[in-house]
């Protein structure tokens, strides 16, 4: 027994150990363990929590928020909820096609980049990094007036993408002109002309938060003319006398984004646009106003077929996709969503959310026995009172 009073050699045998070449030294403490990486994002309500949890509050709320108490954001996502799908069986569809051809080009998928403002507040490369993520899904893209990277350049950081311009008509004609050539220049394959805002919707999330204007180093730069950046002008004087003379400006065909009374809808093949997009602007301008895909079906009537109807506004998931086209979409464009995707991981994240999105629409498609998405029809949705 080793003396207490004498440290052991290192040769001697340890205490109750009957030979000394069997014993080993205790093992270091382990190093910590880093905690796991928080798994990818799999659905489009993970990218959201994702994106939040990235985003200063500001921009978060920006974004997420509506006009008013609401309602219509909300809407937008319940009116899907209501609607069920009724599928067809013994088909023989095989693997479903999914693609589109509309008046401003072809689609792979009928899920479009609906237009939002801003994106570098999401990523430091904005609406660059998003439409590498289109090109990359063969979807189509459209530019907004009001985004963070001028459409020229755009155009340049994704040469495959498929582009379209949406436009606020500015009551200074002479610049909604130069505003046109300057996506005609790009290659935009189409004008989308929002015409649901006269006036700015009064959203209290941006009012609480104290949004104003763009931190510094960006800006609006569609608007750059000479030496400064224009505001947007939301003018109640823009009527349908401004979709007249666009028409006359550009060859590029039309499409009128925010049209929710089937009168309007009726009045709009009067003056020659080629498409509408159904749309209460994400819930953001005037409150209360009906879910888009409550609005398609009598915009689809309304039109008998004349133009291809759009529509956007709630699509989180392919089953809502399939939906709005059994209703007679053409096809639904989506914009929170790609933000999400942009704000969790950039350019992959797009590419993420484009790729569920399709991989769910080829999913529902089999399951209702359909060989493409013209194979839908209103027959398959069901309407529940819930």
Not at 47 to 54: G, P
Not at 289 to 312: F, H, N, S, T, Y
């Amino acid at each position: 027994m080793t003396d207490a009073r004498t440290p052991q050699g290192a040769g001697e045998r340890p205490p109750h150990v009957a030979d000394a070449r069997t014993w080993a030294a205790p093992a270091p403490p382990a190093a910590p363990t880093a905690p796991a990486a928080p798994a990818a994002p799999r659905t489009l309500r993970e990218f959201e929590a994702a994106a939040r949890a990235r985003l200063a509050p500001e921009y978060y709320g920006y974004f997420a928020g509506g006009a008013g108490d609401e309602v219509t954001v909300r809407a937008n996502e319940a009116a899907f909820e209501r609607l069920s799908l009724l599928p067809r069986v013994l088909r023989g569809a095989g693997r479903p096609r999914t693609d589109v051809t509309l008046p401003g080009g072809r689609a792979a998928m009928p899920v479009l980049v609906a237009p939002t403002a801003f994106h570098r507040l999401a990523d430091p490369e904005g609406e660059r990094a998003t439409a590498r993520a289109a090109a990359t899904a063969g979807t189509i893209m459209i530019v907004s007036m009001a985004s963070t990277v001028a459409v020229g350049d755009v155009a340049a950081a994704a040469p495959g993408a498929t582009l379209w311009f949406q436009l606020y008509v500015q009551p200074d004609m002479a610049f909604t002109e130069t505003l046109v050539r300057r996506a005609e220049a790009a290659g935009c394959r189409a004008l989308v002309v929002t015409v649901d805002s006269p006036a700015h919707g009064l959203r209290d999330r941006e009012r609480h938060h104290g949004l104003q204007d763009l931190p510094e180093g960006m800006a609006c730069e569609n608007l750059r003319d000479g030496g400064r950046v224009r505001p947007i002008v939301m003018s109640p004087e823009t009527s349908w006398e401004h979709i007249g003379l666009l028409r006359e400006m550009t060859a590029l065909p039309i499409v009128l984004k925010g049209v929710a009374h089937p009168a309007d809808a009726r009045l709009a093949l009067d003056h020659g646009v080629s498409g509408l997009l159904v749309s209460n602007h994400g819930g953001r301008q005037l409150d209360t106003v009906p879910a888009a895909v409550d609005l398609l079906p009598e915009i689809v009537a309304a039109v008998g077929g004349a133009v291809p109807v759009l529509m956007d506004g709630g699509v989180r998931r392919g089953t809502d996709v399939l939906k709005a086209m059994a209703l007679g979409a053409a096809a639904v464009a989506v914009g929170r969503p790609v933000i999400w995707g942009l704000a969790a991981d950039g350019e992959r994240g797009v590419t993420r959310v484009l790729d569920l999105l399709r991989s769910e629409v080829e999913h529902a498609l089999t399951l209702c026995g359909c060989a493409s998405v013209h194979d839908l029809d209103p027959g398959m949705v069901r309407r529940s009172c819930r």
